[in-house]
């Protein structure tokens, strides 16, 4: 399917992030350029015996020299793909819209390892299975052309981020933070933009309260809260090279842990590890050409309090939610990948050497059709 340069088309966007909690299911009207119509979305956490498979996925992956068959990742990728046909499913019941109507879902799949500087990653899931299952056409694996031509595959979000941002920049630079398990910072001013990964976002306060508290997450910051903040252990895991290399840049979930923290108690480990992903975010703008005026914060770190507060004072920039300027941070992600979808189908790049690092803008993604 090639659709006009000018045409407007209806797409479904699915996100399954690192911190694993659920499937993020938007509906947009979109031309894939600078009109964007946000529709619909729904959200549909998982149980804890599927975070429980994706964990194991993830770690399977970890020990693997290059993506192949195997048989428990090849298992998981399928529960979770029919888990992301009945989110689609679900969201266009919802939207009272037909799936004949939609032009395109844009499916991310599940991250269970990122692995540029070897040249690969990894997304989980089944396109075609889903176009199967939904009856749409289905455009998921939108990294691999990326690291395949030496870029970092990540972030990819900056390029719907820069639709949306335009209208805010006669007010002065800003910038664009996604706390997911993972965190990444797109800037814009008037001479540029980019992206890149910032260092964990939620992923190791997660994983500290449920290894340590049996806790899902830090629901509020309310531990974090309540602890103490050693300086001296968050020194220590500030002093790592990759904090310094220049951007683009990108990282795995994996590639931190929480043994940093251990024999703190629950609440200072919280409040460490909510200081370190600040801290990061503050060591981030070190690389950044234009200081923004404001952090607008999207993903599940918006609604941690404590951390919120945390950035404003170690950045010294007012970090506000996403929604301060209406858009919808649970929906944002899931809206971008089904933006990027359709610039797929209008042979449009979603990848850029500013926010990647690869050469020149890329084309990504691949197409399954619809049945029939």
């Given at each position: ?6 045409e407007s088309?209806?797409a ?6 690192t911190s694993?909690?659920?499937?993020d299911a ?9 009109r964007?119509?946000?529709l619909?979305?729904?959200g549909?956490a998982y149980?804890?015996?599927f ?21 428990l990742?090849?298992?998981?990728a ?8 009945a989110?689609?499913k679900?969201?266009?019941k ?6 004949a109507?939609?032009a ?9 390892a990122?692995r540029?500087?070897?040249g690969?990653?990894?997304q989980?899931?089944?396109g075609?299975?889903l ?8 455009v998921?694996?939108?990294r ?8 970092q595959?990540a972030?990819l ?7 949306l ?5 006669a007010?002065?630079p ?12 797109t800037w814009?001013?008037?001479?540029g ?11 190791l ?6 290894a ?7 629901a509020?910051?309310?531990l ?6 050693h300086?001296d ?16 840049k ?8 929480i ?27 070190r690389?950044?050409?234009v ?20 950035l404003?004072?170690r ?8 929604e ?6 649970d929906a944002?992600e ?17 990848s850029?050497?500013q926010?990647?690092g690869?050469?020149v803008?890329?084309l ?5 059709a619809?049945?029939?």
């Open positions: 399917m090639r659709a006009g340069a000018s088309l209806l479904v966007g699915l996100m399954s992030g694993m909690d659920g499937i938007a509906l947009i009207r979109t031309d894939g350029l600078d964007v119509e946000r619909a979305f729904v549909v149980d804890e015996a975070r429980a498979d994706l964990r194991a996925a993830m770690a399977a992956a970890l020990t693997m020299r290059r993506p192949g068959p195997h048989d990742i090849d298992r998981v399928r529960e979770l793909t029919l888990r992301h046909a989110a689609v679900a969201l266009l919802a939207a009272k819209v037909e799936a109507a939609v395109v879902v844009g499916f991310h799949g599940q991250t269970v990122h540029p500087e070897r690969w990653t990894w989980a899931g089944d075609a299975l176009a199967q299952e939904t009856g749409i056409a289905v998921s694996d939108f691999s052309a990326d690291v395949a031509a030496g870029g595959g972030p979000a900056p390029a719907y981020h820069r639709a941002v335009a209208p805010l920049l007010e002065g800003v910038a664009v933070l996604n706390l997911g398990g993972v965190g990444n910072i814009f001013g008037d001479d933009w980019g992206s890149f990964d910032t260092g964990p976002a939620n992923a306060i997660d994983d500290w309260v449920r340590e508290g049996g806790l899902s997450h830090d509020g910051g309310a974090a809260g309540t602890g103490s903040v300086d252990v968050l020194t220590n895991m500030l002093d790592l090279e990759w904090f310094d290399l220049a951007p683009p990108s990282l795995d979930r994996a590639d931190f842990s043994g940093a923290v251990r024999g703190l108690s629950l609440a200072d480990g919280a409040a460490t590890l909510t200081a370190f992903t600040a801290a990061t975010v503050a060591e981030a703008l690389h950044v050409p200081r923004p005026g404001r952090l607008l914060v999207t993903g599940g770190g918006r609604h941690n309090a404590t951390l919120m507060r945390m404003t004072a950045t010294n920039i007012p970090a506000l939610s996403v301060t300027v209406g858009w919808d941070g944002l899931a809206e971008a990948f089904a933006y990027l979808a359709v610039r797929t189908l209008k042979r449009l790049p979603i850029f050497p926010t990647t690869v050469a803008p890329m990504g993604g691949m197409l399954s619809a049945p029939g």
